[in-house]
């Protein structure tokens, strides 16, 4: 990976020198399952309401910094009230800035790898000790008792939920213990939640757990990625924080119209849920039927997948077939692992027809 040069390490603040600037490693194909966006269409009447929304926004006016009116809609979407949501520029903005706020200098955030990337970058960005406690080697299972040891002694606690890249989903009863723990708030990062069984979302914690904060996006199953918006549930003193501490436009006028309009049209987006989570559960059975794979079960639009030769079958679905999935082969306790998105019918056919051929 790319490093800064030797003139801007000798520039920036010395505990950034030794960054690497982000490389998404993207290359245009045919076939993109490697970021976990929604590959369905937007359901048409959704689409119209939003470019209806869009339509009607003026573009002079500085936007509303708390995103009031989507703040409303989306808590009627939650049964809670507006002074428990802060909006912010994408799920990755409320993260940096729940570091920002919690972790610092001599402080510890409570994390368990293998999980999303960001959070250790985001602590490294903030100068946030980091306090690895590490997944089952064979099933990604949460470490529940070295959890609650360590929790006592941190700063602040994510836990995501599915876990994104294994896909399996923590129990409330644990999250529940593990906020009682834990002096400081813990995050449950819900990204893909909607892709989960019902009742696995840990907000009917909130009333008991002041300290708990969930985390959502409109980026996975609403397929709003371009969008960038997400949202945190919380307590409203921990709403507060969030509020006090943001760039206070980040969230721009047609961000705000556009999701306004797609959270008060959530119902449309069950049919397209319920199509991943079954072509998650076709594309589960074909992979493991494969006897050279290991396929984790998700909860997730996405699986996990370890093959022998995994980072060349990734080039080769790329070069060969235009499919572009992500290789973890390189991170710790995901050797051979390539994480695939569920995609539309077509596409799902497309990589099961890819990875055979390469296999063999
Ligand atoms: C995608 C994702 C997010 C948020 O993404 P945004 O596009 O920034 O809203 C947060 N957490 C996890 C685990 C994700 O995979």
């Given at each position: 990976m790319a490093e800064l040069s030797a003139r801007m390490r000798s520039m920036v603040q010395p505990y950034l020198a030794g960054i690497e600037p982000y490389d998404p490693n993207f290359?245009?194909?045919?076939?993109?399952?490697?970021?976990?966006?929604?590959?369905?269409?937007?359901?048409?009447?959704?689409?119209?309401?939003?470019?209806?929304?869009?339509?009607?926004?003026?573009?002079?006016?500085?936007?509303?910094?708390?995103?009031?009116?989507?703040?409303?809609?989306?808590?009627?979407r939650h049964g809670v009230a507006r002074e428990n949501i802060c909006v912010g520029n994408g799920g990755d903005e409320l993260?940096?800035?729940?570091?920002?706020?919690?972790?610092?200098?001599?402080?510890?955030?409570?994390?368990?790898?293998?999980?999303?990337?960001?959070?250790?970058?985001?602590?490294?960005?903030?100068?946030?000790?980091?306090?690895?406690?590490?997944?089952?080697?064979?099933?990604?299972?949460?470490?529940?008792?070295?959890?609650?040891?360590?929790?006592?002694?941190a700063s602040l606690a994510i836990i995501t939920s599915p876990n994104n890249p294994t896909g399996d989903v923590v129990e409330c009863s644990f999250i529940e213990r593990l906020c009682h723990a834990c002096p400081g708030p813990v995050m449950v990062d819900e990204a893909y939640i909607e892709f989960a069984d019902a009742g696995t979302s840990t907000e009917g914690l909130l009333e008991d757990c002041p300290n708990l904060v969930v985390l959502h996006t409109l980026s996975k199953a609403f397929g709003a990625a371009g969008i960038r918006c997400g949202y945190v549930i919380a307590a409203p003193d921990v709403i507060e924080v969030f509020a006090a501490i943001r760039q206070i436009y980040s969230v721009n006028v047609l961000t705000q119209a556009a999701a306004a309009a797609m959270v008060r049209a959530h119902d449309a987006f069950s049919p397209v849920v319920e199509q991943i989570r079954s072509e998650r559960e076709r594309m589960y059975r074909a992979l493991a039927a494969d006897g050279r794979l290991t396929v984790w079960p998700s909860q997730g639009n996405f699986l996990l997948v370890r093959m022998e030769g995994a980072s060349r079958i990734r080039e080769r679905l790329r070069d060969e077939f235009s499919i572009l999935v992500r290789d973890f082969s390189y991170a710790p306790g995901l050797d051979g692992c390539l994480r695939i998105t569920v995609g539309t019918p077509e596409e799902n056919d497309e990589v099961l027809a890819a990875l055979a051929a390469l296999l063999d």
């Open positions: 290359t245009p194909t045919r076939i993109n399952l490697s970021a976990n966006e929604n590959t369905y269409p937007l359901p048409a009447d959704v689409r119209e309401a939003v470019d209806r929304a869009l339509a009607a926004t003026p573009l002079n006016r500085y936007p509303d910094p708390m995103s009031n009116e989507l703040r409303d809609e989306l808590a009627a993260l940096f800035n729940f570091l920002l706020a919690f972790g610092g200098e001599g402080r510890q955030l409570l994390n368990c790898p293998p999980c999303f990337s960001e959070y250790e970058f985001f602590a490294s960005l903030t100068r946030t000790g980091v306090r690895n406690v590490r997944r089952d080697r064979k099933t990604f299972a949460l470490d529940e008792r070295a959890l609650l040891a360590a929790a006592p002694h």
